[in-house]
């Protein structure tokens, strides 16, 4: 049998061919980072070696490399180097140094402005591929006698097939991709050669653009036959070896002349410059590259890029290696998502691959997967809930329109005039608005690299059939007790948790203190925030999970909002005193803390805060944070901010006409007239309220779906849901049993003697934030993954609801209950339900 039929009839034996150890003995030695990590986003950029590093700092610390731009030895230690890297570079790709030149640059995206500045200048008409990253897009605002985009390959081929009797009215550039960066599709390269075979292209008046960093990353380039590369050839080097962050853009020598006519001049790229009398300077001539480099090239980069090219080989052998590898591993990963149906037949996953891309063809086809999901009744799951939900099982991947905004639009069935509505509604890159009229705004895109192996892709695919792929339910079996207001359960507020400072610890109201209720909720409720110094956005514990470890104290009696730090505050020998009054900003236990007004970012909203900006202030939370950032306060007096959650009518009676399932729920009904609360930096509502009895099932759900002997340490506490209100049954009131989620069917409250009317306004969202730990500020998988499991409707996840004080609470002339708009831990609470 010869090879190639064996490798037909046993494609595995792709699987790390030609690498120097199986690609599990390289991960354990070269990457220990993904020890607890499923890492499939190579296409955004693969991973560095650890020896990688280690060779880079023996160099540094064995050289002492200087400014290129000296006579010195360590200049010229480093212009050696430099050079030396250049024809490595080039080499690499079979680019045949008297063909053409290599210009470093920061990136691939600084390689395709570079050449777009420049021909600029020449006033040119521009072509572009619709499967093309957004920086390839974007010069066509530099096009001054026009651009085109080509929405097929047919479109490109009868357009080179006309260009030797179009009209010429100055150069021509057309750019592609070597592979889409959202489905992985290898476009021809082919075209280059066909262009440069047409009149205008000998010519020199039709130029190519290749934009290689997808396809260079997990596939060779050859550029061995000049006749038939591109002009210019873009890439980023951190693509295909993780380290350095360094570009280059690759130039036919035959079309360097297009640089000649570049008006700007940087340091290194001049022989003379005069600055008296008449401006003039002289150019260098001698490189390309050494006309196009402005200044001090980033040499400490450009020598870290010889020990990545001597790892890669020493590693991988070579990039025919990892294109086999991840040709095989990315067919698995299509071909398993492709074949997921629910128990209705149904599929799971919408896969985009282009037609007649083949995973089997190099030349079609690299390592890339983009898909979205569906449920069993063929609804869109939203590609951020799947995004972050696989983000707490530690699988990265990536989500939305990838920066590839004509593949993306094409594959969805999106036109123009459609995105443009819906970015007056809102519609954002990289935003939450996942799926409008009926169809998703992006994908989920899963990208293969040199060091991905077969658990990955296991991994992924079973976190797919885990909480997406629905099985059959015996619904008769699993139906709970049906709640009915006519048991008359006895509730009660648990807890009461105020917290002063957004995404920081609770204040726990103690028992016996009355709180006042204002119409922005609890009083002291997220009144402060922390900052970051740079950006001016407000932190969170989404991106800082020791904010909860940072725990506000109010002292009422003292007029003071004391705050320590830590696991175990109490042994925190430094606290900061803040005062509670509006008008003071002066800190009560150290020095003056002067404030200013500044503009900030929260929750997306823009918001003015009055920022403290005394050292001791910023030093305290910036030292144990690790991130620059201050403290700010948003007070009652100036907020213009309202709740996003739809409010229900008071008088709300809608019968419930469902089958209950463990943790299924009525979605919620928008009145008509929605009349939104004010909010001071709580995300959606004034008021968070949780039920204990739902915490307690959601624990059994999480011990019942964990392995063996984990239940009970994943069991979590009712505080990672950060309710203002905790509210829980009365034991002696209970029939048969406590009544899980029945706040699902709530509309209002009436709560304590006086009898303060609270409005139900919606469930509350949720994300990986109740995944951290509120005691250690350590994160992990639940509750979120058995939520994912139990509460999700529509696309959402949902545990607790949203509440507000009634606005009937504000319409009488004199408040007559003694405790005034104030609840206490012990207060009976007297829930209507929508069936009343």
């Not at 729920?665 to 009895?693: A, C, G, H, K, M």
């Not at 009544?739 to 303060?756: A, H, I, K, M, N």
């Not at 509120?774 to 509460?791: C, M, N």
């Amino acid at each position: 049998m010869d090879t190639a039929q064996e490798n037909n009839n046993n494609p595995r034996v792709e699987y790390c061919r030609g690498y120097s150890e199986d690609v599990d003995i390289i991960r354990a030695r070269e990457y220990p980072l993904l020890k607890d990590t499923t890492y499939l986003d190579h296409a955004g950029t693969t991973l560095y070696a650890k020896s990688l590093i280690e060779s880079f700092s023996n160099d540094l610390t064995s050289n002492l490399f200087g400014n290129p731009h000296s006579m010195s030895s360590s200049s010229q230690l480093s212009t050696q180097r430099v050079d030396d890297v250049r024809l490595r570079a080039l080499r690499f790709f079979n680019a045949d140094p008297e063909e053409f030149d290599l210009v470093f640059v920061a990136n691939a995206t600084a390689a395709i402005k570079l050449v777009a500045d420049t021909l600029q200048d020449q006033g040119i008409w521009y072509g572009y591929h619709i499967d093309s990253h957004t920086s390839v897009v974007g010069v066509r605002e530099l096009a001054e006698k026009g651009n085109k985009c080509f929405l097929s390959d047919e479109e490109v081929e009868t357009w080179i097939s006309e260009l030797d009797t179009a009209e010429t009215n100055g150069p021509r550039l057309f750019a592609f991709p070597g592979q889409s960066n959202m489905n992985g599709r290898r476009l021809p390269l082919r075209w280059c050669e066909q262009i440069r075979r047409s009149k205008a292209g000998a010519e020199g008046t039709v130029l190519t653009l290749l934009d290689a960093a997808s396809l260079v990353s997990t596939s060779p380039l050859d550029l061995s036959d000049a006749s038939a590369a591109p002009d210019f050839t873009a890439l980023s080097f951190y693509k295909i070896f993780g380290f350095p962050d360094l570009g280059a853009l690759i130039v036919r020598k035959g079309a360097g002349h297009v640089f000649s006519q570049r008006r700007y001049f940087g340091g290194g790229t001049v022989d003379m410059v005069l600055t008296l009398d008449t401006p003039w300077y002289a150019r260098k001539e001698t490189s390309i590259h050494e006309k196009l480099e402005d200044g001090t090239l980033p040499f400490h980069n450009i020598i870290a890029l010889d020990s990545a090219f001597r790892t890669h080989e020493r590693l991988y052998g070579s990039m025919v290696n990892i294109s086999s590898h991840t040709r095989f591993l990315a067919k698995r990963v299509h071909d398993r998502l492709a074949s997921l149906t629910h128990f209705n037949n149904m599929k799971v996953c919408q896969m985009y691959k282009a037609p007649g891309s083949i995973y089997e063809d190099p030349s079609t086809q690299g390592g890339i997967v983009a898909f979205n999901i569906r449920n069993s009744k063929g609804e869109w799951i939203g590609k951020s809930e799947a995004e972050k939900l696989s983000a707490v099982k530690g699988i990265q991947i990536r989500s939305g329109s990838l920066c590839n905004p004509g593949g993306t639009a094409s594959s969805l069935g999106w036109t123009g005039s459609e995105l443009r509505r819906h970015y007056s509604s809102g519609l954002r890159c990289g935003d939450d608005h996942d799926v409008m009229d009926g169809r998703p705004t992006g994908v989920l895109r899963v990208s293969v690299g040199a060091m991905t192996n077969m658990k990955d892709i296991d991994t992924f695919v079973d976190f797919v059939e885990e909480f997406y792929m629905e099985k059959a339910i015996n619904i008769r079996g699993s139906m709970p007790p049906v709640v009915t207001s006519s048991r008359k359960p006895g509730f009660y507020i648990e807890s009461l948790s105020v917290y002063p400072i957004k995404s920081c610890g609770a204040f726990k109201v103690p028992d016996g203190v009355r709180w006042e209720v204002k119409r922005e909720g609890l009083a002291w409720d997220r009144e402060w925030c922390l900052i970051h110094q740079g950006t001016g956005e407000a932190l969170s514990q989404k991106k800082y999970p020791r904010m909860a470890l940072i725990h506000p104290f109010i002292d009422l009696e003292r007029g003071v909002l004391r705050i320590t730090r830590g696991t175990n505050p109490s042994s925190d020998e430094k606290s900061l005193e803040i005062s509670l009054s509006s008008g003071d900003t002066n800190m009560v236990s150290t020095s003056l803390c002067q404030s200013s007004s500044k503009r900030s970012i929260v929750c997306g909203d823009r918001v003015t805060v009055q920022v403290y900006s005394s050292p001791d202030v910023s030093s305290f939370f910036s030292n144990f944070l690790g991130v620059p950032c201050t403290l700010a306060r948003f007070s009652p007096q100036s907020s213009t901010r309202t709740s996003r959650s739809s409010r229900f009518s008071g008088n709300w009676r809608q019968l419930f006409k469902r089958v209950v399932m463990p943790g299924s729920f009525p979605e919620d009904q928008l009145p008509s007239t929605p009349q939104p609360s004010p909010l001071l930096l709580s995300n959606e509502s004034p008021i968070l309220l949780v039920s204990r009895s739902s915490v307690n099932r959601l624990n059994e759900a999480i011990k019942a779906n964990s392995k063996s002997g984990q239940g009970a340490s994943k069991a979590v506490a009712a505080d990672v849901f950060r309710g203002n209100i905790v509210v829980a049954e009365n034991v002696s009131h209970l029939i048969i049993s406590e009544q899980p989620y029945v706040e699902d069917e709530w509309t209002s409250l009436s709560v304590g003697p006086g009898r303060l009317q609270f409005d139900i306004m919606g469930s509350c969202q949720r994300c990986q934030m109740v995944c951290i730990n509120q005691y250690s500020g350590v994160r992990r998988d639940e509750p979120l993954s058995t939520l994912a499991k139990t509460r999700k409707i529509g696309g959402k996840i949902l545990f607790g609801r949203h509440t507000a004080l009634s606005a009937v609470e504000f319409e009488k002339d004199k408040y007559e209950s003694p405790e005034g708009r104030t609840v206490m831990v012990g207060d009976a609470v007297v829930p209507s339900y929508g069936n009343e």
